[in-house]
């Protein structure tokens, strides 16, 4: 069960702060914010009205979208060091899904990459990125796994937690930020 929470809160939060990078740097670069789509129905993305720097704004997703998705949970475990475990691995996720995402794009060129092959970003910085963020993520995921099944009854407490941030965040997405 705690793992199925993890796994839902991760997904969202990605989600999340991946686009709030999008914005922010969209926003810092004089961009005009359109729509931001968070719906769990689909995949999450940033329109905007107008976007003098869309090399900047589409790098800001995953950037952003790391230090914020990863960083976060990470001082957040830092703080509550009982749960340290679960932090670690929603950070390891976030940094795993960006990474992927831009990372395959070296080969496979859609959605984010495709804007940034466009605007002139050469295969191999979106190769250098992938890795960057899944070798880290996988050293993560590995200690965090290995303490939660170590001692699976004492995180199971989080599941709820977890379910609540995870259905909060569906329903605000759903309501707030639908295509």
């Excluded at 991946?18 to 914010?33: D, K, M, P």
């Excluded at 719906?39 to 900047?56: E, G, Q, W």
């Excluded at 092959?117 to 290995?146: E, H």
């Excluded at 995180?155 to 295509?179: D, K, N, Q, Y």
Aim: proline share 5%; aromatic share 8%; net charge positive.
């Amino acid at each position: 069960m705690i793992g199925v929470a993890i796994v839902a809160f991760s997904w969202l939060w990605l989600q999340w702060t991946h686009e709030a990078g999008h914005v922010i740097a969209g926003l810092v670069t004089g961009g005009e914010i359109e729509r931001v789509v968070l719906d769990p129905r689909t995949f999450s993305r940033t329109d905007f009205a107008s976007n003098p720097s869309p090399l900047i704004t589409v790098w800001g997703g995953p950037v952003i979208g790391c230090l914020l998705g990863a960083g976060l949970p990470h001082l957040v475990s830092c703080r509550l060091r009982d749960r340290r475990a679960i932090g670690m691995l929603i950070a390891a996720a976030v940094l795993l899904g960006n990474g992927a995402y831009i990372g395959l794009g070296a080969v496979f060129p859609v959605g984010d990459a495709e804007v940034m092959r466009d605007a002139g970003t050469p295969a191999w910085a979106l190769a250098v990125f992938g890795v960057a963020c899944v070798l880290p993520a996988r050293m993560l995921a590995a200690r965090s796994i290995t303490s939660i099944r170590a001692s699976e009854h004492r995180w199971a407490s989080a599941a709820p937690t977890l379910g609540v941030l995870t259905g909060a965040m569906a329903i605000a997405g759903w309501l707030f930020f639908h295509a």
